[in-house]
């Protein structure tokens, strides 16, 4: 009885194994290739996110590039007003001086 429980569990695990070793092997070798695509892939949407933020910083720094210049022509056209009416007022001034004073 001992020889043949033993025998009888050899066979069994050599049709276990007959089945399982390929079935792992494939199993391994399809888990092999599909990290590699997965890592190909994870590659190229980090080029395309690359790409897409490079882009966009570009269209910020011209925006900033933007927003700079626009300040300071807001601010050199204040200044400019500001001496304009300065001038103004004060020929404004001038004139209603003269104006009292021959009177």
């Not at 009888?8 to 007959?18: F, P, Q, R, V």
């Not at 996110?49 to 269209?59: H, M, P, Y």
């Not at 200044?79 to 304009?84: K, T, V, Y």
Request: proline fraction near 1%.
């Amino acid at each position: 009885m001992g020889d043949n429980t033993w025998e009888t569990l050899k066979d069994t695990l050599n049709i276990i194994g007959t089945f399982l070793f390929p079935v792992i092997a494939w199993m391994f070798y399809t888990i092999f290739n599909h990290s590699r695509k997965i890592v190909m892939l994870e590659q190229k949407m980090n080029e395309s996110i690359d790409r897409r933020l490079d882009n966009l910083e570009g269209k910020f720094d011209s925006l900033d590039q933007k927003f700079d210049h626009l300040q300071t022509s807001i601010q050199e056209n204040r200044l400019q007003i500001q001496e304009s009416m300065e001038e103004k007022f004060g020929m404004v001034l001038t004139e209603i001086r003269k104006n009292s004073n021959d009177d």
